[in-house]
C-alpha cells in the first residue's frame, strides 16, 4: 500500500484513495480497475463493486449506485443494465428487477413502476409488456 518513486527517499508514501501496491519495493500505485473501487489510502488491493452498484472508470474511490430502472446483478459490475419490458425497479442499488403484476405492464426498458392496464384491457400474466383488449 506504499511506493517510494524517488532515490534517496527517507520513507514510503501512503497509495491514494483509488489505487494500490501489492508488492514490496513498488515504485508507483496501481489505480483501481473499473468494476472495483478503494476508499483507504495505503491499500494493498480493490475491492469489486458489490451487486447493485458499479464503476465504468479506472482508479474509483468508490462505487455508484444503480439508479432506479436499472440493475447489476453480479460483483464487480462496470455499468448497470435496464430492467426488460414488463419488469420494474423504484430504488437505487437494485441486484434485481421485479415482474409487473397481473393488471399491470410496462411497455419501456428501464422502468421504475408498472402501469395498470387501463378500462377495456387486462393482463392476466405477471411480467406484461401490453395489455390485451377484453373481445
Known amino acids: 500500500g506504499h511506493y ?7 520513507m514510503c508514501d501512503a497509495c491514494a484513495a483509488g489505487s494500490y501496491a501489492d508488492r514490496a519495493a513498488s515504485l508507483t500505485c496501481t489505480p483501481c480497475t473499473p468494476g472495483t473501487s478503494q476508499p483507504n ?8 463493486c458489490p451487486a447493485g452498484q458499479y464503476t465504468p472508470d479506472n482508479g474509483s474511490v468508490v462505487c455508484d449506485m444503480c439508479s ?10 462496470v455499468a ?12 437505487n442499488g437494485s441486484v434485481v428487477c421485479d415482474a409487473c403484476t397481473p393488471g399491470n405492464h410496462a ?9 395498470p392496464c387501463s ?13 390485451t383488449m377484453c373481445a
Open 41 to 48: 489510502v495505503g491499500s494493498i488491493s480493490c475491492t469489486a
Open 4 to 10: 517510494a518513486n524517488t532515490s534517496g527517499s527517507v
Open 107 to 115: 411497455t419501456e426498458s428501464g422502468s421504475v413502476s408498472c402501469s
Open 80 to 91: 448497470c443494465t435496464s430492467c426488460q419490458p414488463g419488469y420494474f425497479t423504484p430504488n
Open 68 to 77: 432506479p430502472g436499472t440493475f447489476s446483478p453480479t460483483n464487480g459490475s
Open 119 to 131: 378500462a377495456g384491457s387486462f393482463s392476466s400474466q405477471p411480467a406484461a409488456v401490453n395489455c
